[in-house]
């Protein structure tokens, strides 16, 4: 077997085991972590505090035209009545105007506008299959090796095959990238998402990272300087020592001095399959991304509530025309379905901010940001739509409104450049953007 490491190399093991690599001066390989304190505190493991957590939520279509809009600052914030669901939380919400992606205003239809929201990558078009690593799964994979899932990715409508004027409808069923390649395996069950989190029936290989990489480590070590070869051995030894952590933790409950809220799942495990109501299936996933949160089980979450260019029916309420029709009748009923929407991401902050976590609530410990992958069904991609709630461990004001209209840097990957800042992940540039949003 040949092994070529480029620029975005990962050690590849036993059970599907991935470990990204470091930056190394005799391998061009991905990765800028330069010391085992930056790596610990990149893996979340510093000091006693709550861990902070990211959660991703993304409805397809846009939203009600005219309708998407907040005025005032703090509690006198108003906000218009796509967003009423989050009014208890409006003191603790970012509302963010005139942000936009370059790459989405290419193809001009849904697919082009979807594949790259979260990565800001130019997409392949003519069938094939190229995008960006998104910035949840940055997270995931610098910010998330300390918890047993790196990320969970949650959706409640299953991908979109085919092609739709030349480009592929895996992009409309997508936002989370590991890799320009890969979408990250999206899980629409219920009962899969909590075993995956909860099922203690643990192979070996994913107990120990290190060991199931091992062979390629030894192969990958003979290939390299012996100054990397030393930074290489630091590196795998910080990485035992997250291992060991966290197996002691296991054992005490607790990691480093903080416990989390839940010890094992407060509600039952799903049944199994899909379930035919529609608020059940996104009520199970909203409480899966709680319980994922509060068992720290993983730091990164996203939930896709429904494609871009989606099938989706709302018969709770009294809606049977499907969602991608309905966002371009731009109606009352319209207006229904994004408040339902919106209603999903009030249900968590609720849960979220009913739990202590020391001095703050679980919501204040964790950024939530909701977006679509243009303004309204007319396919408006020249501003999106972006609300972001909690605080983010002290870390993000809320009460506010940031308007970007008008203004020469508005990208949306500045906003996430800002973001992965708040994960101790200093990237130079990321996607389309080398700038950040001061003002998050």
Avoid at 282 to 293: T, Y
């Amino acid at each position: 077997m040949t092994h070529e490491y480029s620029r975005r190399t990962f050690l590849r093991g036993a059970g599907g085991v991935t470990l990204a690599l470091p930056w190394m001066e005799s391998r061009r390989v991905w990765g800028d972590e330069k010391t085992s304190k930056a790596r610990a505190r990149r893996a979340g493991n510093v000091g006693s505090q709550a861990p902070t957590r990211l959660a991703v939520l993304f409805s397809g279509n846009g939203f009600h035209s005219g309708e998407f809009n907040a005025k005032g600052a703090g509690s006198a914030m108003e906000l218009g009545k796509v967003l009423t669901p989050l009014v208890e939380f409006r003191e603790r919400l970012t509302f963010i105007r005139g942000l936009f992606n370059a790459e989405a205003l290419k193809g001009n239809i849904h697919s082009s506008q979807t594949g790259n929201l979260l990565s800001g990558a130019s997409l392949a078009s003519g069938g094939a299959i190229r995008s960006g690593t998104s910035f949840d799964q940055v997270i995931a994979q610098r910010y998330g090796r300390s918890t047993k899932v790196p990320s969970l990715v949650l959706g409640c409508e299953r991908s979109n095959p085919g092609i739709h004027k030349d480009y592929s409808m895996l992009y409309s069923s997508h936002i989370s990238w590991s890799s320009p390649t890969n979408p990250t395996p999206l899980e629409v069950y219920p009962a899969l998402a909590f075993d995956r989190l909860f099922n203690n029936r643990i192979s070996r290989g994913d107990r120990s990272v290190l060991d199931a990489v091992l062979a390629e480590a030894r192969r990958f070590r003979q290939g390299i300087s012996r100054v990397d070869q030393r930074k290489f051995d630091e590196y795998l030894n910080s990485i035992r020592e997250v291992e060991r952590r966290i197996e002691r933790s296991g054992k005490k409950g607790e990691l480093q001095g903080w416990r989390p809220a839940l010890e094992k799942p407060n509600i039952p495990r799903p049944p199994d399959g899909i379930p035919q109501d529609l608020p059940e299936h996104m009520k199970l996933m909203c409480d899966i991304v709680v319980l994922a949160f509060l068992t720290d089980s993983t730091r990164v979450c996203t939930l896709k509530l429904n494609n871009d260019h989606s099938y989706l029916r709302f018969p709770h309420l009294g809606i049977e025309v499907g969602h991608h029709e309905l966002s371009h009748r731009n109606n009352a009923n319209y207006l229904k379905v994004n408040q339902f929407m919106f209603s999903q991401m009030a249900y968590i902050a609720k849960k979220l901010d009913a739990v202590q976590e020391g001095g703050r609530t679980a919501l204040d410990n964790t950024i939530m940001m909701y977006c679509s992958s243009m303004m309204s069904g007319a396919h408006n991609a020249s501003q999106l739509p972006v609300v972001l709630l909690g605080g983010g461990g002290g870390k993000l004001a809320g009460g506010r409104i940031l308007d970007y209209q008008g203004k020469s840097h508005r990208q949306m990957c500045s906003l996430f450049l800002s973001l992965m800042d708040k994960f101790n992940i200093q990237l130079d540039r990321f996607g389309d953007s080398a700038t950040r949003l001061a003002e998050v």
